[in-house]
C-alpha cells in the first residue's frame, strides 16, 4: 500500500442536490471517510456553478446542505475540516456573477475555482486575466484535462498564466493513476516545471465512473519527483495560506 501524506483537497463535489456529485448526504459522508483515508485533513466543497455545465444552483440551498454536511463530518468524520467555494465554468461574464453572490468564493476569500470545457487556449488565457484584471485571484481548475492544453505548443500558456499570477489546481489522480497519456503527461510536466499550487480529488462519488477521491498514489509521485518543500507547499501548504487570507468586499 502507497505511503499516506497529508493533504488539502481544495476541489471536491460532496454537496448532495447542487450538481453531479454525491447524490446523498450518506454519499458525502462516505466520500470524506474515503478522502480522510487517502490522506486528507481539510476538502473544499466546490459544487459546479454555471450554464455550460448545466448547473446553477441556488446559493441558500448550498449552504443549507453544506451546514448539514458540516454537522455530519463533526460526528462523523472530526479529522476533517470542510470549507466551501465553487467551481465556476469561467465565461466573460462571471466576475458579475460572483459578485451577485448567486456561487462562492474559496472560503470567502478573492481566490476563485474556475473550469473550462473545450475552449481554445487562447479563450482560457483570456477569460482568467479578464477574472485576475477584475480583482480576483483565480484558480485554474485540472488544466491538464483540457485537450486544447494537452498539445504540447500549448504547453508554454500554462507556463505564461502561471507567471501572470493565474494559479493552477491539478488532480492527484492525473500524476499517476489516469489511463489517457496525454492527461498524465501534461500533469506531470506542470509538476516538474514547478507550475502546481493546489491539488484536488475532482470527487464525485464513490464509483469509478463517478471520479472516486483517489489522492494517495498522486501526491506520492509528486513527493519522490519533485523537492519536499515544494511537495509540501501543493499538497498543504498553499492551501493553508489560502485559508488566512481575509475576505474581500468586491
Known sequence: MAEVKRFIDIHSHIIWGADD????????????????????????????????????????????NFAHLQELAAL??????????????????????????EAFRMNGTSYVLAEFYDEPAERITEDVLTLKEAGFLPILAHPERYVSLQDEKNYEVLRNLADAGILLQVNAYDLELNLSLKT????????????????????????????????????????????????????FGNAEKLLKAHGTKS
Request: proline share 4%; aromatic share 12%; hydrophobic share 35%.
Open 21 to 64: 456529485g454525491a447524490g446523498s448526504s450518506s454519499e458525502a459522508i462516505a466520500m470524506l471517510k474515503k478522502d480522510r483515508d487517502e490522506g486528507a485533513y481539510a476538502v473544499f466543497a466546490t459544487p459546479h456553478y454555471g450554464k455550460k455545465s448545466c448547473f446553477t444552483p441556488r446559493a441558500d440551498g448550498v449552504m443549507r
Open 184 to 235: 498524465k503527461e501534461l500533469a506531470r510536466w506542470l509538476a516538474r516545471e514547478r507550475l502546481v499550487s493546489f491539488i484536488g480529488s475532482d470527487m464525485h462519488g464513490l464509483e469509478p465512473y463517478k471520479r472516486e477521491p483517489r489522492m494517495r498514489e498522486g501526491i506520492l509521485w509528486l513527493y519522490e519527483n519533485t523537492e519536499k518543500a515544494y511537495a509540501d507547499a501543493v499538497a
Open 76 to 101: 462523523e468524520v472530526p479529522e476533517v475540516t470542510l470549507y466551501l467555494g465553487t467551481e465556476w465554468y469561467c465565461t466573460w461574464e462571471l466576475a458579475r456573477s460572483v459578485r451577485r453572490n
